[in-house]
């Protein structure tokens, strides 16, 4: 089948919260066989170059360059006049050129578009499936409730849910990534076919028996916490965590660091650094030797949507995951093992005094069996099994 394949990011490499999901979207639809053509952003010509990279696996593929200060400003100006932020940052580019000369060429069937961002661009004379992955404006109303001023967010996050309910409404199958994102997303878009499509986790390389040995590491204890360090939720995670639950963790055990690993931490983050115990590495050449000597992965995001990549992989490497409510509470009523609600600063002292966490090979079994790309993906197979 000939399928299109819309996306804000280059799907590749699998490093980052978007691009891991498009990434294993597209190869496993390339590895069933189909011919996908893809039609993405890119910011910058490293990352023009791993678009490129992609056409040994796909059909085709064309980034659209995507400049970040330009691209603000004209959506600062359309939202001015009333437009949706999101929308209008993705509107640039030759992507309907594109996605028009696509059409001319090739007989293709469907277009799978990630994002409701994505989702102006998809063609209106073929069937539509989007995987919004999250609600997005869910987050934006959160900004509202923690950033100031306050009204643009709640503004962008009230004109963001009518793109998400109008663009769902045309399409013929919505994904959201976790129950409770299809139950909020069906709290306002109504009657939409939609279901669940969770996230997966590349668990044959995060292998703690494939991780490359860190003697400096191996002899350090540690908690660690991962991410993209420029992304607010991550920035407060990690502050909030520095300050408020690790000087009552070093009180009992000084030896206790906190490593925050990931790339383009901002300036209020590697001020930090002056703190005892905290360690920010900016960016790694690979995350795994710190998620296999850590003594546990930290997840304390006051802001989470959907299953986060990051405790995915914690686990993946059997580490036991000591999340927040917002985290503990994106997988519903099934918890995975190893992952360990601390509702407050005091809980994550509790909860590393504890001497009955799941041993890590049982995280990791668990972890395999739930999380697979292959079973995680199985909804979008059965939704284009329906095209004919």
């Not at 929308?87 to 409701?116: D, H, M, N, W």
């Not at 990690?238 to 990931?262: K, N, T």
């Not at 000597?293 to 059997?318: D, H, T």
Request: with cysteine; proline share 8%; charged share 20%.
């Amino acid at each position: 089948m000939e399928l299109l394949y819309l996306s804000p990011c280059v799907p590749n490499p699998p490093d980052k919260g978007e691009k891991i999901r498009a990434y294993h979207t597209v190869r496993r639809l390339a590895d069933l066989g189909h011919r996908v053509h893809v039609v993405c952003f890119a910011r910058g010509e490293r990352e023009a170059e791993q678009a490129q990279a992609m056409e040994g696996w796909c059909a085709s593929v064309h980034s659209s360059p995507l400049r970040h200060a330009p691209a603000l400003a004209r959506a600062g100006l359309r939202f001015l006049a009333g437009g949706c932020l999101n929308t209008s940052y993705y509107c640039g580019g030759k992507i309907g050129r594109r996605v028009t000369e696509l059409l001319r060429k090739f007989p293709i069937q469907a277009t799978i578009t990630f994002t409701a961002a994505m989702a102006p661009h998809a063609p209106q004379q073929l069937p539509v499936f989007l995987d919004m992955a999250d609600v997005d404006s869910e987050k934006w109303f959160s900004y509202a409730g923690m950033r100031r001023p306050s009204y643009p967010y709640a503004l962008e996050g009230r004109r963001l849910r009518q793109v998400e309910q109008s663009y769902g409404r045309r399409a013929r199958h919505v994904w959201l990534i976790t129950a409770q994102e299809l139950a909020l997303y069906r709290s306002f878009a109504g009657p939409v076919p939609a279901s669940v499509m969770e996230n997966g986790v590349d668990a044959a390389y995060f292998d703690p028996g494939r991780t490359p040995e860190d003697p400096d590491l191996a002899h350090r204890r540690f908690l660690v916490f991962t991410g993209t360090m420029d992304y607010f939720p991550n920035e407060d995670a990690a502050q909030w965590f520095a300050r408020e639950v690790l000087p009552g963790i070093r009180a009992h055990d000084p030896s206790i660091e906190f490593f925050v690993v990931g790339r383009n931490p901002s300036p209020a983050l590697r001020q930090l650094a002056s703190q005892a115990g905290v360690r920010i590495t900016g960016a790694v050449a690979d995350i795994r030797p710190y998620l296999r000597y850590a003594k546990a992965f930290v997840g304390p995001l006051r802001l989470a949507r959907g299953i986060q990549n990051k405790v995915l992989e914690a686990l993946a490497m059997g580490l036991p995951a000591l999340v927040s409510t917002p985290v503990h509470s994106t997988f519903g009523g099934e918890s995975p093992l190893g992952v360990i609600h601390c509702a407050g600063p005091d809980d994550y002292l509790a909860q590393l005094l504890r001497n009955d966490a799941p041993e890590r090979q049982a995280i990791r079994r668990a972890t395999m069996s739930r999380f697979s790309w292959e079973s995680a993906l199985r909804p979008l197979e059965e939704q284009l099994g329906t095209l004919g």
